[in-house]
């Protein structure tokens, strides 16, 4: 973006400027993930925000423990990832994964589903 300042009975003053649109977070991810009891399932959230963003799994309305969610960071970009590494009947169902920066907040619904036994035989 070009940024130019006219005064009168001055010279024309522009300079080169950096624009940033701050929007509310963006979700990315696969939305259902498959897993069997016993084994382990690992759900990632890709939110790409500028800014201070604040992003978390829910299940049932609670946060879900820390010490099962993994996060990394990049410029505009933060990977939650939610691994359980030893799944019980319980584990399965939708967890929620939302993110909040200062223009709003967003979120998408992730399932985790029990893989069914005709799919783990082919």
Known sequence: VLCQATVEGASVVS??????????????GDKVEFGQVGGGARLECGVFS????DVRWERNGEPVRHDDVTVTEKEFE???E?????LSASDF????CSAENDV???YEVFA???KEESLLSS
């Open 78 to 80: 933060k990977n939650i």
């Open 93 to 96: 169902g939708d967890y929620v």
């Open 82 to 86: 939610l691994s359980i590494n030893v």
């Open 15 to 28: 300079h080169a400027a950096l624009l940033h649109v701050v929007t509310r977070p963006q979700i990315r």
């Open 112 to 114: 985790l589903k029990i």
């Open 50 to 53: 500028y800014g201070e963003v």
């Open 104 to 106: 709003g907040r967003t």
